[in-house]
């Protein structure tokens, strides 16, 4: 039974003599072989040479510094429950008397581990975090080879002083006028401008 009319009959008529010294036919696909040849290719010689990427570009996440140098981060667990693929653990302790310049607020992570084999990059985190302390950036993250070395700890994630990221292709003038709306405000840059 036909159920649409598209069906076409399939006839197996004689090869014509051109047709059956086959010479067209692989002409014919040699001239298609030799255009391509001229094309312009869609690969690149990766690793030598890296296409350029986005400048919001979803890579590897930073725990920021403020300006003083201590780390934004208080340990709120918002980034954690923003997570949709539950790649983020932490654990929070008190800052102690003369740790004023280490950490920012009275409560930050003592531990801040994130699953790279479970994140996705989607950048809830980012979004989440009322302190303006977790980013993804356009860094790569590494291949490796054990499930281990792939839960990145603070050692990796807290921003070095002596280099810092710069989030300002990220933190576009159009980025932060979007936060001062008032339903995004807990995600605003620290220092209310
Ligand atoms: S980028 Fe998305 S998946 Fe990765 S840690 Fe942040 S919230 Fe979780
Ligand atoms: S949401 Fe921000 S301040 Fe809270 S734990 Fe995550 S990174 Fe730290």
Request: proline share 4%; with cysteine; charged share 30%.
């Amino acid at each position: 039974m036909q159920l649409t009319n598209r069906s076409k009959v399939v006839v197996k008529k004689e090869m014509t003599l051109m047709e059956s010294l086959y010479l067209p036919a692989i002409f014919s696909g040699m001239i298609i072989t030799f255009k391509h040849f001229f094309r312009k290719k869609p690969t690149i010689k990766y690793p030598e040479q890296v296409r350029e990427f986005s400048g919001v570009y979803r890579g590897q996440h930073v725990l920021k510094r403020d300006e003083n140098g201590a780390e934004r981060c208080t340990a709120c667990g918002l980034c954690a429950v923003a997570c949709p693929a539950e790649a983020i653990t932490m654990v929070a302790a008190e800052r102690k008397q003369g740790e004023e310049n280490l950490f920012r607020e009275e409560k930050y992570a003592a531990v801040y581990e994130i699953n790279m084999l479970r994140c996705i990059f989607c950048g809830d985190c980012e979004d989440a975090c009322p302190k303006e302390a977790i980013f993804l950036t356009d860094r790569k993250v590494d291949s490796l080879y054990t499930r281990k070395e792939l839960v990145y700890g603070k050692d990796i994630l807290v921003e070095s002083e002596e280099n810092p990221i710069d989030l300002s292709k990220r933190q576009t003038p159009e980025v932060k006028e979007f936060k001062h709306h008032n339903e995004f405000a807990h995600n605003i840059t620290y220092k209310k401008k």
